[in-house]
């Protein structure tokens, strides 16, 4: 997504608008929600939803309620309630989806310490805030600085000025508790704000951040992804992945989120499948499974003498074997049931191509030049003869 400004210069480069995630037309942010109810007005005597939605930086959102009765749009800077003083952020959404998402975030519209909206915020009041969010990554590299020389185990993600710049919030990760009182101590003389440490996830801070994944898109964290499920290496197991954390972990060190997408899938389809450790009993002698393809519904099984012939069969005859293992019954060999499949795979029907297109190598082939060099020889051969008389 871009907003309007985000168009290519005159040179090809891609120009942005600059703003870090604060366009007007909020298309350029994190997590952006589409108000299908723009274009509808309310029905007669209807009041509109006195809250709305108000995206401060990154993905961080809350809801305020519009008390002073303000007419708010999307991309909208506003000034709202804090615990001290007050803070800026944009409007992300208003009207009733408001409600819908409060309801979906467990947030009570009852609540009577539900925050407020002061005013729109004026130019003095963005002014102040940029020059804050300015100050973001100098501050964030000297307190990272201050960290390691107190020795921490921690790791300073993101730094968060809050509107009227008397306050900042530090987003950090770290795997145990950690002692910062001494670390807030000499960043409030540095820096000469209130300091409010908050520690974070690795997720959130993937989500916080941003990047591209290893499929080429945005993270899914960070533009629309909201919960954050448990991820476990049994869904990597059930849809039949090597255990490579390497491939299997995000950026956030992580196993990816992805890996719950299609889980449900693959468990409805192993329902009625052979365990992939089943042995099978023949006559010829045990066999093992050495490969399954869950949706082609079709498993490859060698003998235990001869592990590097492989026999194709589907899960129905698969399941029939074990059925007749547990009657203490074998079958004659693995090779009845391949030449089954092999006989079923030769009936289907073949489709040519009757449509008459050209081979798509048509053009890697040489090009006869025979017909070319007689024509040319044919010329060379007019212009020597000489010319009649009339």
């Known amino acids: 997504m871009g907003c309007s400004s985000c168009s290519t210069g005159k040179d090809g480069q891609p120009r942005g608008c600059k703003n870090n995630g604060t366009c007007g037309t909020d298309g350029c942010n994190k997590l952006t929600v589409f108000d299908?109810?723009?274009?509808?007005?309310?029905?007669?005597?209807?009041?509109?939803?006195?809250?709305?939605?108000?995206?401060?930086?990154?993905?961080?959102?809350?809801?305020?309620?519009?008390?002073?009765h303000l007419t708010l749009a999307i991309g909208d800077i506003v000034a709202t309630q804090a615990q001290s003083g007050h803070d800026?952020?944009?409007?992300?959404?208003?009207?009733?989806?408001?409600?819908?998402?409060?309801?979906?975030?467990?947030?009570?519209?009852a609540d009577g310490d539900l925050p407020k909206i002061y005013r729109k915020a004026s130019q003095k009041d963005i002014d102040k805030w940029q020059k804050c969010r300015d100050r973001e990554e100098e501050i964030k590299k000297r307190s990272r600085e201050m960290a390691i020389i107190l020795k921490l185990q921690m790791k300073i993600s993101d730094v968060e000025f809050q509107g009227d710049g008397s306050k900042a919030t530090f987003y950090y990760?770290?795997?145990?508790?950690?002692?910062?009182?001494?670390?807030?101590k000499d960043m409030a003389k540095a820096f000469g704000i209130r300091i409010e440490m908050r520690q974070i996830g690795y997720r959130q801070e993937a989500q916080r951040l941003g990047g591209i994944g290893s499929c080429g898109r945005e993270l899914c964290c960070s533009t629309w992804l909201t919960d954050f499920r448990s991820v476990s290496t049994s869904a990597a197991r059930y849809q039949n992945l090597s255990l490579n954390p390497q491939k299997l972990a995000g950026q956030c060190g992580k196993l990816k989120c992805c890996l719950n997408y299609e889980l449900d899938v693959?468990?409805?389809?192993?329902?009625?499948?052979?365990?992939?450790?089943?042995?099978?009993?023949?006559?010829?002698?045990?066999?093992?499974?050495?490969?399954?393809?869950?949706?082609?519904?079709?498993?490859?099984?060698?003998?235990?003498?001869?592990?590097?012939?492989?026999?194709t069969l589907t899960k129905h005859q698969v399941n029939e074997i074990l059925e007749k293992n547990k009657k203490k019954e074998k079958v004659a060999s693995l090779e009845m049931y391949a030449a089954e499949n092999i006989y079923a795979e030769q009936e289907e029907k073949v489709f040519e191509n009757v449509v008459g297109q050209d081979s798509l190598t048509r053009f890697d082939r040489p090009k006869n030049n025979k017909r070319r060099n007689k024509n040319k020889k044919r010329r060379n051969n007019n212009k020597k003869r000489p010319a009649k008389n009339a």
């Not at 009041?47 to 108000?54: G, R, S």
């Open 88 to 109: 800026i952020g944009m409007v992300t959404l208003t009207g009733e989806l408001v409600r819908v998402q409060m309801k979906r975030k467990k947030v009570s519209y």
């Open 266 to 311: 693959y468990l409805d389809a192993l329902k009625d499948f052979p365990p992939q450790d089943s042995k099978l009993f023949t006559e010829k002698g045990l066999a093992f499974c050495q490969k399954v393809d869950i949706f082609k519904e079709t498993l490859w099984f060698s003998y235990k003498d001869d592990p590097s012939n492989w026999h």
């Open 36 to 68: 299908w109810l723009s274009n509808m007005s309310l029905p007669n005597g209807e009041k509109p939803f006195d809250c709305v939605e108000v995206r401060f930086k990154n993905s961080r959102k809350e809801f305020f309620r519009n008390t002073e």
């Open 173 to 184: 990760t770290a795997e145990d508790r950690v002692d910062f009182r001494q670390l807030i």
